[in-house]
């Protein structure tokens, strides 16, 4: 059996959403889970000159397409925040969880497999907004499977990390150039065993309403203006597939164990 010891949960919220803390506070309660409140950084209470330090707006109308939004910056910096606190901490891994996000029972025998085989992943998603195309690995536990991506998956409500990948992240997230759920699932920019849980034991609960960013019709470019975006996830999403096919064909050479 794993030493679940070693895995701290931290769960980001803001200050003013108190009916979503209860919420996952109740879900967490029946895990058993150790967890602490990262407290959310909200964007628009952040200096104008730390805005800019923090967010590459030119990068990012560049490769997304529209204006960056100040709640996005924040719902970045926050996550960046628990890789500092697991860092600061003495634990090995951390469950990163948005406090949106809808824990299946599935969750606890999943994060058992995942430590008991920690040396298969750096990053795993648990969540998942799009199938990212998985290809299993490795069975986690009955009916859940540690799987390479091929396509995109967006989405950062549930994942796992190592202390490995949160020094990478702190190192090199920043500034912010996209979305946090459009970079950090990137092996192949930061080195990193990125994998996901399929089926995954977390939901991203689509009938809270978020509270990242508001008016999204009005921050998209025209399509003229959106070719430069095009262009930039073409490019990534080949990337994707050659890191994608290449861990999968290393994975597929590991022993099952």
């Known amino acids: 059996m794993p030493d679940m010891d070693d895995l701290h949960t931290w769960v980001i919220n803001l200050d003013r959403d108190s009916e979503r803390l209860q919420r996952i506070t109740q879900q967490l309660a029946a895990t058993g889970l150790a967890w602490t409140r990262q407290c959310a950084v909200y964007g628009r209470d952040l200096p104008p000159e730390e805005q800019r330090r923090l967010l590459d707006s030119e990068t990012y109308r560049r490769r997304h397409g529209m204006q960056p939004a100040l709640g996005e910056l924040g719902c970045y910096l926050s996550h960046?925040?628990?890789?500092?606190?697991?860092?600061?901490?003495?634990?090995?891994?951390?469950?990163?969880?948005e406090d949106d996000?809808?824990?299946?029972?599935?969750?606890?025998?999943?994060?058992?497999?995942l430590l008991r085989h920690a040396d298969r992943w750096d990053m795993v998603k648990l969540s998942a907004v799009h199938s990212g195309t998985p290809q299993p690995v490795l069975e986690l536990?009955?009916?859940?499977?540690?799987a390479v991506m091929l396509?995109?998956?967006?989405g950062s409500s549930a994942y796992l990390v190592n202390r490995?990948?949160?020094?990478?992240?702190?190192?090199?997230?920043?500034?912010?150039?996209?979305p946090y759920d459009h970079v950090f699932d990137q092996g192949w920019t930061f080195d990193l065993k990125v994998r996901?849980?399929?089926?995954?034991?977390?939901?991203?609960?689509?009938?809270?309403?978020?509270?990242?960013?508001?008016?999204?019709a009005s921050r998209k470019f025209a399509w003229?203006?959106?070719?430069?975006?095009?262009?930039?996830?073409?490019?990534?999403?080949?990337?994707?597939?050659?890191?994608?096919?290449?861990?999968?064909?290393?994975?597929?050479?590991?022993?099952?164990r």
């Open 164 to 178: 490995r990948t949160a020094q990478t992240y702190v190192e090199r997230l920043l500034p912010m150039t996209l």
């Open 196 to 216: 996901l849980v399929t089926p995954t034991p977390c939901i991203h609960d689509e009938q809270i309403a978020t509270t990242i960013t508001t008016g999204g």
């Open 224 to 256: 003229h203006r959106r070719l430069s975006a095009h262009a930039w996830r073409l490019g990534n999403e080949l990337r994707r597939v050659r890191y994608g096919l290449s861990e999968t064909w290393r994975e597929k050479r590991l022993p099952s």
């Open 101 to 113: 996000v809808l824990l299946t029972p599935a969750l606890l025998p999943v994060l058992q497999g």
């Open 151 to 154: 396509s995109r998956c967006t």
């Open 80 to 97: 960046v925040a628990v890789m500092r606190a697991l860092l600061a901490s003495t634990h090995r891994h951390a469950l990163v969880l």
């Open 141 to 146: 536990a009955p009916g859940h499977s540690l």
